[in-house]
Every structure is written in structure tokens, then in C-alpha cells.
């Protein structure tokens, strides 16, 4: 291939990644109705604020045309929210059968 060709595919990497980065981003946010809950320890709330900070900020584990460790911060802040949402019952039962819990 030539160098045209690897710079189409890197940008198109580059803007897939930034969208499934975007997407995580907008689900951690509309998980605030579950930071307001007093049920939920603090830590799980921190963590989730940390996620946000380190999405937007310059400083990242990798240059940012690569968002996998952005990706994998906000991942893991929206698991151990909505696990702890679950441990403290945040979460109504009738989310949590259907699975539209990570929606909040």
C-alpha cells in the first residue's frame, strides 16, 4: 500500500476510536442520576469523575490519535458504577431485567 493509502486507514482508526471514546463519554455522563445517590460509596463516584477528567485532558498513557486507554478508563468507571449501583439497589429491578441499566 502506499502512503496515501496508511494515512486514509490510520485517520479512519483515529476517528473510530474518538467515536467509541465520545459514545463512553456521553454514557458517563448520563450516568450522573446515579452520582447524585447517597447509596453509592464515594470511590465509585471519584472514579467516574476521573474518567471524565482524563478523557478531556491532554495528558494521556498514549498520544491521543489512540483513545484506547480513554476507552478503557471510562469502561471501567461506568462498570464499577453501575456495579455499585446494583449492590446498593440504585438501580430499579425492572432496568436491570430489561438491561437498560448503562442507559441511565
Known sequence: M???????LGALVALLTLGVAAVLLVRVIRARKLLLDAGIPLR???LVWAAVIYTVSPVDLLPDPVYLDDIGFLMLAL???HAAADRTG????ALR???TA???
Do not use: F, Q, S, Y
Not at 502506499?2 to 486514509?8: G, I, P, R, S
Open 79 to 81: 462498570r464499577a458504577l
Open 2 to 8: 502506499d502512503t496515501t493509502a496508511w494515512l486514509l
Open 44 to 46: 465509585e463516584k471519584a
Open 90 to 93: 440504585a438501580v430499579p429491578a
Open 97 to 99: 431485567k430489561r438491561g
Open 102 to 104: 448503562g442507559d441511565l
